[in-house]
């Protein structure tokens, strides 16, 4: 065979030996401008070396669109349809994708296996963009999409300094909103639950709360924080923490409207009223904030909006005929506090 692959070479062993990832093979295959002048080489000496021979008729797929976008949500199935978050993202995603005639492909992405074969799904070509929602810090998915070339916008970000394109609520606001709030109604020992701290909404909620406390003048105290996940077991969990630690605590700021559910059971199996004893402040002014007995104050996003934003700013890059790279696209959309009974 003359050093030639004894089989049929796959495009995972073109870029192993070309040394650069697989979506960069893709792109040199099917003539994308966003690859340089040595990884096109590179490619190219490894495609003679092993005799690959690409897939025509996936290099005709490749070259027209699919008119099809995928909304990746990397949470297991009982979360997201146990938040109103989600489900909101979702609608305002396909109500939006509905008026461009496009097709919405909604996928989960729980473990290492199914990531692997997303991204084969992906390198196939087989959707035009990517809207990613529930954004971790060390999520890999990211960074995946965009070095396969496809435009991606984030719902929420990784961190301050995000280098992607994304569509965020005012976090940090949301918590400074729900803090002044419950200072003015006179609480003195005010608690919050916050979501899982490697992701950043959940870390700006925090700073915002601790802003709110600086700003009334409180002591600030680190026993009054205790880490949930954005479930309601976690806001139980959060919940019976606070209480052992602080028994005096007369208002909780709860990083999300389910986990400010959890915490509400948990208060009153303590013999605890709300608002009379402690007062209760959630965030996304979901149906769960409206059902909850007594009605849940709580600082609304725009979350149905976000989803449209998102998809419209993909919509955009994807209509741009330029493959010129600059500074990536963001939006924070402002928050509003919606007082109710519970505080």
């Given amino acids: 065979m003359n050093g030639r692959h004894s089989g049929r070479p796959t495009l995972e062993e073109v870029a192993a030996r070309a040394g650069v990832g697989r979506g960069t093979v893709s792109r040199v295959i099917n003539g994308s401008p966003r690859v340089s002048a040595q990884a096109r080489e590179a490619v190219h000496r490894a495609i003679d070396e092993l005799g690959y021979v690409p897939n025509q008729a996936a290099r005709a797929l490749a070259g027209s669109r699919t008119d099809a976008i995928a909304l990746v949500i990397p949470e297991a199935e009982a979360r997201l349809f146990a938040e109103p978050y989600f489900l909101d993202i979702i609608r305002g995603v396909s109500a939006e994708l509905g008026e461009a005639d496009k097709q919405l492909l909604l996928t989960l992405v729980r473990t290492e296996r199914e990531r692997q074969r997303f991204e084969q799904y992906l390198a196939a070509q087989r959707v035009d963009g990517v809207l990613l929602a529930s954004v971790h810090a060390d999520d890999p998915l990211p960074d995946l999409v965009r070095e396969l070339g496809l435009p991606l916008v984030l719902n929420g970000r990784r961190s301050a300094d995000e280098s992607a394109a994304y569509v965020d609520s005012d976090n940090a606001g949301a918590g400074r909103a729900a803090v002044a709030h419950l200072a003015g109604r006179g609480r003195r020992r005010i608690a919050t639950i916050t979501g899982p701290l490697d992701m950043y909404a959940a870390r700006a909620r925090l700073d915002g709360y601790r802003e709110g406390i600086a700003a009334a003048g409180l002591a600030p105290d680190e026993l009054l924080v205790a880490t949930g996940d954005f479930t ?4 139980r969990r ?18 999300s409207d389910v986990m400010a559910a959890g915490a509400r059971g948990v208060l009153r199996e303590s013999g605890r009223r709300v608002p009379e004893d402690v007062a209760l402040v959630g965030v996304d002014d979901s149906a769960v904030a409206r059902l909850m007995d007594p009605p849940l104050t709580s600082v609304r996003q725009p979350i149905e909006e976000m989803g449209r934003a998102m998809t419209r700013m993909l919509l955009r890059e994807l209509a741009e005929t330029s493959a010129a790279t600059g500074e990536r696209p963001r939006q924070v959309l402002p928050t509003e506090l919606v007082v109710r009974e519970s505080s």
Avoid: S
Wanted: proline residues 5%; charged residues 35%.
């Fill in 232 to 235: 309601e077991e976690g806001g």
């Fill in 238 to 255: 959060a919940m019976r923490e606070l209480i052992e630690r602080v028994p005096d605590l007369d208002a909780v700021f709860a990083a």
